[in-house]
């Protein structure tokens, strides 16, 4: 309600309403009577009718951006008007409540036309609440601007219309349809349609159906899933996982019939083609159906399928049928989801996997078995990828199911049909059909390859039991001999791969004999005969891989055990090892260097093939090697203990004799803090030659560089260990005669070490030395007395 004013007074309205026009007061007039349900043709509202409560004043302020350039306010005392503007339809953001004030100018009934539109549903007491300070404009452009189905009119430009020009028609008001396409709607129908069919065909398959009938309907829902690609994410999201299930119920009675020994397997493999057909690469089917049972139930199944190989003839083509579908099964459910392949797992899925590589004997029956082993194969890989268990618990279970013997089968026969793809493309390289869909005997033998590496690096107990079962060696026997043969190495193109294969297997055998528990077994299935033709191979082409993993493989086969060690000289390994020092192979000195000076240790048999290579010789060249020096320095000084006759006239030589001298003067002029702990143990060493080859102190007390190295260092290093100072005055007795105590003044050096009282053992050493000195070399001769 307005407040009246008198007749002659004019009201703040009133005079508002002159500067806007004579329109705009109607406008307003007119929406204030719309909104409290008052008719377009009543009477001016400026004598209202008083209300039972008491006003509750609203400023309100209309949109006039069109009209002047400052809002008017107007005082509303009626409450309801702002609530009234929540059950008006929303308009069109862009400025409707303008134009239609324009409109109302020349149009007066504009505005009760407009305001008859539907209404909303009336507001709630939050809604209320919220609505209190609103103004005109704000609560009308609010509520108008929400409306998404109210076109837009033509935008007016502010301030400048006039009463008498004409304005645009009024907004058109158009409602977007809110159901599907017509073409969805059809193919929704469709597919719907379709799936209810399928239901009536599951439905129909009884256990008690004959088979013509589940053949039947089987064939029909594969062929309405092959048109339909998408039917059955759509049946399972209508008609639920249940029918499935019910679908497997059949499986299940018909595979318990082929274990009692029922001939007549045409429904099952038809079942199991819709079942894999549903589950195919289909994430949300295969997680629906693992969550309600399925795997289980399914593995079973195939269980039942798997144990009846026995009667799986060459002509029964059923049969191979009946083992592919269930082999497909394992592979979806095993490659799709982390989910699904435990819930495999926790159903009982790890044999299954080992029983697909029992057909690995079978391998060259049918292109079907490769198929199945094939997927037995990625299945234990997926297995071994997962992360929530350890690796080595799985190594574990495929140990105890006795998953080890049939991974040999399978190597054995993949290579056998390896060589024949091979034979048969020499003979007639256009590959048939059939040979082109198989997939390549190498990639199988390469993830066989690779569950082996994991095998050979799980815990001591896994490697034990693979060196007991002689996997390993077991599979690297026909890969030697092909290496012989040269069938695959003249090959370049499978030269590669063949060579890959050999490395993964020797880093297995590398693996298994780190392990101390597992030597005698690779022992007794004589792995250093085994190994050795690898080392033996003189192809230019030959990688040089397979030769550096099989030293390493030597070196921890033979490191601890002298038997080993014999057998390998025998079989030729040093003179393989001294090649591969003298071609400078740096990544093998580590294994080739402690080795062949180990052989000095072992045996005489050792020793004679360490003569027969020349090894004095080659023990002498080692000592330019400042790293090895020690360890050929003992080899030679057990050799020289145990055949004098033989090594000492080869060490007196002038050649090698003046190596000696060089390694020792070397090791005299080097810093007294640098390598003290090998400058110590050389010294002993070079005295243990000087005190079994009597020539050769001889010649070491001859050569004067040699003694004034000796004698200097024993002079000016007064930090040298007792140990190396006990080493050089032994050797100094050894070596040293008249003229060469005489000629570098080694007496009062003596004198002096024999007068230090805190290094008991040196002065002890001293005074012994002195005395013989006296003794030996003193010039006055003692005139023998008369009794």
């Known amino acids: 309600d307005i407040p009246s004013s008198p007749p002659d007074a004019p009201s703040s309205l009133d005079n508002e309403s002159r500067s806007l026009g004579g329109g705009a007061f109607q406008v307003l007039r007119s929406i204030s009577r719309g909104m409290l349900g008052m008719s377009s043709s009543s009477p001016s509202p400026e004598k209202p009718q008083p209300s039972s409560s008491p006003p509750r004043a609203i400023t309100a302020t209309p949109p006039l951006s069109h009209f002047s350039s400052s809002p008017i306010p107007v005082n509303v005392t009626k409450p309801d008007l702002i609530e009234a503007s929540q059950f008006l339809p929303p308009p069109h953001p862009d400025s409707i409540l303008s134009t239609t004030l324009q409109r109302s100018i020349s149009e007066p009934n504009t505005a009760t036309t407009f305001l008859s539109a539907p209404r909303r549903s009336p507001p709630t007491s939050d809604t209320r609440s919220r609505a209190g300070t609103l103004s005109i404009d704000e609560s009308l452009d609010t509520t108008f601007s929400s409306s998404p189905s109210i076109s837009a009119p033509s935008p007016i430009a502010k301030d400048t219309h006039h009463p008498d020009v004409p304005l645009p028609p009024s907004p058109s008001f158009s409602v977007p349809p809110n159901t599907p396409s017509a073409i969805d709607k059809e193919n929704h129908i469709v597919r719907s349609k379709l799936s209810d069919e399928v239901l009536a065909l599951v439905s129909s398959l009884q256990p008690g159906c004959d088979e013509s009938t589940i053949v039947k309907n089987c064939r029909q829902m594969l062929k309405i899933f092959n048109e339909h690609p998408e039917l059955p994410q759509h049946f399972v999201m209508q008609h639920g996982v249940i029918p499935i299930m019910e679908l497997l119920e059949v499986s299940k009675l018909r595979s318990e019939s082929i274990m009692d020994g029922v001939r007549s397997v045409r429904a099952l493999p038809a079942v199991l083609q819709v079942v894999n057909k549903i589950i195919e690469d289909n994430l949300i089917v295969q997680e629906h159906l693992s969550l309600v049972g399925m795997i289980p139930v399914m593995v079973k199944i195939a269980d039942g399928i798997y144990s009846s190989i026995s009667t799986w003839t060459t002509a029964s083509s059923r049969y191979g049928t009946l083992h592919l ?18 819930m495999f797992i926790a159903g009982g899925g790890l044999p299954l996997l080992v029983k697909h590589l029992t057909l690995a004997s079978d391998l060259r029956r049918s292109s079907d078995i490769e198929k199945i082993v094939g997927i037995g194969i990625d299945g234990i890989l997926n297995v071994f990828s997962l992360q929530t268990i350890r690796r080595d618990d799985f190594c574990h279970l495929f140990v105890k199911l006795g998953l080890l013997p049939h991974i040999v089968v399978g190597f054995r026969n ?54 007991i079962e002689n996997v390993c060696l077991g599979i690297l026997n026909p890969f030697i001999s092909l290496s012989l043969t040269n069938e695959l190495t003249t090959n370049k193109a499978s030269f590669k791969s063949f060579s890959n294969l050999i490395v993964v297997l020797l880093q297995c055998v590398r693996a298994l004999s780190v392990e101390p528990k597992t030597l005698k077994k690779l022992d007794r299935e004589q792995a250093i005969v085994t190994l050795m033709p690898l080392l033996e191979q003189k192809q230019p082409s030959f990688d040089n ?112 004799s003046e190596i000696l001298i060089k390694c020792f003067v ?55 260990s007792a140990l190396a100072r006990m080493c050089l005055l032994k050797m100094l007795g050894q070596i040293v005669n008249k003229n060469t105590y005489t000629e570098h003044g080694i007496f009062p050096m003596l004198a002096k070490f024999a007068n230090d009282e805190t290094q008991i053992l040196i002065s002890t050493i001293s005074k012994n030395l002195m005395k013989r000195v006296t003794n030996v070399y003193s010039p006055i001769k003692r005139i023998p007395t008369r009794d």
């Open 545 to 656: 891989k397979i030769f550096d993993e099989t030293i390493q493989c030597m070196y921890y086969l033979c490191r601890i055990d002298k038997n080993r060690q014999e057998l390998a000289a025998r079989c030729g390994l040093i003179q393989h090892l001294k090649g591969c020092i003298l071609q400078k192979k740096l990544h093998l000195n580590q294994f080739s260097f402690p080795l062949i000076c180990d052989m000095a240790y072992t045996s005489a048999q050792t020793r004679e093939e360490l003569w027969r290579c020349d090894g004095v010789v080659f023990y002498l060249s080692i000592l330019q090697h400042e790293k090895w020096r020690i360890s050929a320095l003992n080899a030679l000084t057990v050799w020289l203990a145990t055949d004098m006759d033989r090594v000492e006239p080869v060490l007196t030589l002038p050649v090698n």
């Open 325 to 342: 579908e269930a082999a497909k099964f394992v592979n979806q459910v095993c490659k799709t989801s982390q989910l699904t392949l435990q």
């Open 414 to 467: 993949f290579l056998g049909n390896l060589l024949e793809e091979v034979g048969g493309h020499s003979k007639n390289p256009k590959p048939s059909p059939e040979n082109q869909e198989r997939t390549s005997p190498w990639v199988w033998l390469e993830k066989l390859g690779k569950i082996l590496t994991f095998f050979a690096q799980s815990d001591p107990l896994v490697k034990e039991r693979m060196a």
């Open 666 to 720: 070397e090791c005299l002029t080097s810093n007294a803090g640098a390598g003290e702990g090998t400058f110590d143990q050389i010294c002993e060493a070079l005295l243990r030659l000087s005190i079994k080859s009597t020539k050769l102190s001889r010649i070491l007390g001859r050569n004067k560089i040699f003694v004034n190295h000796l004698v200097n260092r024993l002079q000016s290093d007064s930090t040298m």
